[in-house]
C-alpha cells in the first residue's frame, strides 16, 4: 500500500525559514517523480513544486521561485521542501503527491499525503 | 489566481447528473491531458480521473470525464450523498512550465 507521510509544518514567523518532509512508502520511491501542493485554509490547490525521479529536473510555480527548494534522498524513501523567506500568503497545508511516473513535467498525482500544515504568522 | 475556470457549485437531487466544466487555454487543456480530483470535507486530494477520461482502479463508473479543445468536463450520474465534495481539474501549463488547477466546484445533493 502507498503511504506518503509530511511532517515538519508549524508555526514560522515573517521571513522565517522551515523545511517540510514527506516520507514514502508501499512503493519504488527513486523511480517517480514527486510534487508539492499546498491549500490555503478554505481556499482551492495550488501547485508548488516538481522533482523528477533522479532529482535531476525541478520546477516551481512563479509564486515560490527562488524561496523554496524541492530536493529528494531516494535513499531514505523522502522528499523535502525547503521554504526560505516565508509570507503569510504561504500559510497552508502541504500535501507531497505521487506522480504516474518519472517525469516531473506534465502527467498526473496518483496519491496523495495527508498534509502538513505550516502558518506564518508573528 | 488559477488559470482553469470552474463553476463554483453545483448542485442535483440524489439519482440525478451533474456536469463540470473546466476552461483553459491552448497552453494547457488544449495541449495536454486534464485530470480531476475529489476532495472529501476534512481529507486530502485523491485521483478521481486521469488522461481525460479514465478512471482509476476502484472508482466506480458513474463518473466520466471528456475534453474538447482548451475545455474538459467531469460528469456523475446516479449522484449519492457520498459524493458530496469539492471536484479540481488539472494540468500541466507549456507557457508556465508548471501546473495548474481549477478554481473548484463544490458538489451538492440537494
Known amino acids: 500500500e502507498v503511504q506518503l507521510l509530511e511532517s515538519g509544518g508549524g508555526l514560522v514567523q515573517p521571513g522565517g525559514s522551515l523545511r517540510v518532509s514527506c516520507t514514502a512508502s508501499?512503493?519504488?520511491?527513486?523511480?517517480?517523480?514527486m510534487t508539492w501542493v499546498r491549500q490555503a485554509p478554505g481556499k482551492g490547490l495550488e501547485w508548488v513544486s516538481a522533482?523528477?525521479?533522479?532529482?535531476?529536473?525541478?520546477y516551481y510555480a512563479d509564486s515560490v521561485k527562488g524561496r523554496f527548494t524541492i530536493s529528494r534522498d531516494n535513499s531514505k524513501n523522502t522528499l523535502f521542501l525547503q521554504m526560505n523567506s516565508l509570507r503569510a500568503e504561504d500559510t497552508a497545508v502541504y500535501y507531497c503527491a505521487k506522480k504516474e511516473d518519472g517525469s516531473g513535467s506534465y502527467g498526473y498525482l496518483v496519491y496523495w499525503g495527508q498534509g502538513t500544515l505550516v502558518t506564518v504568522s508573528s | 489566481q488559477s488559470v482553469l475556470t470552474q463553476p463554483p457549485s453545483v448542485s442535483a437531487a440524489p439519482g440525478q447528473k451533474v456536469t463540470i466544466s473546466c476552461s483553459g487555454s491552448s497552453s494547457n487543456i488544449g495541449n495536454s491531458f486534464v485530470s480531476w480530483y475529489q476532495q472529501l470535507p476534512g481529507t486530502a486530494p485523491k485521483l478521481l480521473m486521469y488522461?481525460?477520461?479514465k478512471r482509476p482502479s476502484g472508482m466506480p463508473d458513474r463518473f466520466s470525464g471528456s475534453k474538447s479543445g482548451t475545455s474538459a468536463t467531469l460528469g456523475i450520474t446516479g449522484l449519492q450523498t457520498g459524493d458530496e465534495a469539492d471536484y479540481f481539474c488539472?494540468?500541466?501549463?507549456?507557457?508556465?512550465?508548471?501546473?495548474?488547477f481549477g478554481t473548484g466546484t463544490k458538489v451538492t445533493v440537494i
Open positions: 488539472g494540468t500541466w501549463d507549456t507557457s508556465l512550465s508548471g501546473y495548474v
Open positions: 488522461e481525460n477520461n
Open positions: 522533482i523528477s525521479s533522479s532529482g535531476g529536473s525541478t
Open positions: 508501499g512503493f519504488t520511491f527513486s523511480n517517480y517523480a
